[in-house]
């Protein structure tokens, strides 16, 4: 069986720091990408708001600079998926393709959310072509156009005020008569004008052309459908963090996302750490997600010199 310092599950913002930070402190880190090398991040095109980069950057561009930078270090990272874990020993047993282990001193866990999405075909289809789960990251590309929100509750709320502070019109479309968001939230999505609420609606297909999303085709509950025109298309029905592998021994909250100690990125499990949107149920921004596996990787060095 192979033995390691460190092994990283995960190859976003998180991941890649994490391996980055890990080979710079001697620990010979090995990342396993996952099914999506880059991460969540790379669904998306243009990247604006991360620093150091004043003109944008691609997405993959950006995860493939990341890679590279951690290589350069002596980070092994490579290609594969965890498949089961057993975190009970003072090592954590680690199983590749439900094939090969690996006992690893350390462990960080950086494996992401992944955003609920309507499954639909048209959705699928369009993803970065239009069709978006996160308006901090997409917003910009949409100022003075129309765009649609999906959900009715905190985080729709949240996208829909955002977005309606760049775009000329904010449609949400909410398949109840009533909004789950707090009363504050509430409030500032019904007293904010350019954004019209679309009750008791759901969205039956996403319409586009050879330039990417141009309208939605969209049925109300008494059944009569009709379609807008819109420039862009935003999911806010929740992400779910890819923690179910993890969940026999680690700690989460009640919609699965990692508990790490306050000031740190420890979970409950000696020598197991948490970094990026796994354990974030709040930002889910790469800055933060890169900053968290910084975090992490630092906590693994300092627990393996006390260990």
Not at 42 to 54: L, V
Not at 84 to 104: Q, R, Y
Not at 165 to 187: D, F, H, T
Request: glycine fraction near 12%.
């Amino acid at each position: 069986m192979e033995k390691v310092k460190c092994l990283i599950i995960g190859s976003g913002p998180a991941g890649y720091t994490a391996a980055l930070y890990a080979s710079r402190a001697g620990l010979a880190p090995v990342l396993y990408e996952g099914m999506q090398p880059g991460g969540q991040l790379t669904t998306t095109t243009e990247i604006e708001n991360f620093p150091g980069y004043p003109n944008g950057v691609d997405a993959n561009v950006m995860m493939g600079e990341f890679r590279a930078q951690a290589e350069r270090f002596g980070a092994d990272i490579r290609f594969g998926s965890v498949t089961d874990v057993d975190f009970s020993g003072s090592n954590h047993i680690v199983t590749i393709d439900d094939d090969a282990k690996i006992e690893a001193e350390s462990v960080i866990i950086a494996t992401g959310a992944s955003a609920k999405y309507l499954g639909l075909e048209s959705e699928t289809r369009l993803r970065g072509m239009g069709v978006s789960a996160c308006a901090t990251c997409d917003g910009f590309f949409y100022r003075g156009k129309v765009v649609a929100v999906v959900g009715g509750g905190d985080t729709a709320c949240e996208e829909a005020s955002y977005l309606a502070g760049l775009c000329s019109k904010v449609y949400m479309i909410v398949r109840r008569n009533v909004l789950r968001a707090s009363e504050a939230m509430q409030q500032r999505v019904k007293n904010t004008p350019n954004i019209e609420i679309l009750w008791e609606t759901q969205t039956e297909e996403v319409l586009s052309d050879a330039m990417g999303v141009n309208g939605a085709r969209l049925v109300r509950k008494s059944g009569e459908k009709f379609d807008i025109a819109i420039d862009g298309f935003f999911l806010a029905i929740g992400h779910h963090p890819n923690s179910d592998l993890f969940k026999t021994y680690v700690e989460t909250d009640d919609q699965g996302y990692i508990k790490v100690r306050t000031g740190s990125q420890a979970t409950n499990v000696p020598g197991v750490f948490a970094a990026g949107d796994v354990c974030d149920p709040r930002y889910r921004q790469a800055i933060v997600a890169a900053g968290s596996g910084c975090k992490a990787a630092m906590d693994a060095e300092k627990y393996l010199m006390e260990k």
